[in-house]
């Protein structure tokens, strides 16, 4: 594995708020070449710190998707025999068929080994994923190679990647996982930073809007039945939906009116739960 000079601290983002604590986590986690766990409820921005890195110190975002069925080798590589076994049966292929490396692809955490220049990898929704599948890939990262058994081969990383790794904490993490990652938990922003979210995506928002939207949407979470509370990503589409209807007033907005809903809640029941609720209050 070769060795890249220092990267540069991760200080800020174009779209993405960043507080000092969590840029701090982040640089020494890179420092330490340790991964970084994040956890916390969704729409609190795991997955985009990613994405924030990677444009922040110029490196390219690799991105693997946990499934629940999901085995550690095809994060690693694939072996496509069936196109192979084509191959060998028609002819119509420029590839030598007795070469099975021809025929080996790399899976998510392998493109961030073999890429000539250093990446994020984002492991996203690692709690999905059994406890085996949790360790066997820290296993991995930690000795950066893994072995194609096809072709007796060890793949060596060219460049140890900067790991992120998300939890939205459905599932229990083995001891020996969480001991061998920096752990950061991101809270749900407050007001306040919430407002500065907002400003970020919308520059010259109105004032009035602002405000009530945001006081409207806290007051929406704390409604107690529903089982998945809008995000940050409902809140900012909520408002996009609500500057685009004309005949909207922000001033009236969680006194004499709350448009939308279906921006906000995905689920019926949270929908028909939240309407109930905000017709209450207004009446």
Known sequence: MSKEKKTEDFKEATRYILDDELAKIVNISMALEMPLLLKG???TGKTMLAHAIAESLKMPLIVLNVKSSMKLVEALYQYDTLTRLNDSRFGDSNR????IEEYIK???IGQSFTADKRTVLLIDEIDKADTDFQD??????????????EIDKTMSAKNRPVIIITSNAKKDLSDPFLGRCNFHHIAF????MMRKIIKVHFSDIDTT???NAVATFYKLREIDAVEKKPATRELINWIRALQA?????PKNLGKEDVPFLGVLFK????????SATVNRRIQ
Request: glycine residues 4%; proline residues 7%.
């Open 106 to 108: 790399m899976g998510k």
């Open 189 to 192: 922003p407050d007001p306040k």
């Open 96 to 99: 030598d068929v007795s070469n």
């Open 209 to 211: 809007l602002m405000e």
């Open 245 to 249: 209807d004309d005949d909207f007033k």
């Open 41 to 43: 409820e969704p729409g």
């Open 136 to 149: 066997d890939m820290l296993d991995v990262l930690d000795q950066m190679e893994f072995d194609i058994i």
């Open 267 to 274: 689920k019926s029941q949270d929908y028909q739960t939240a």
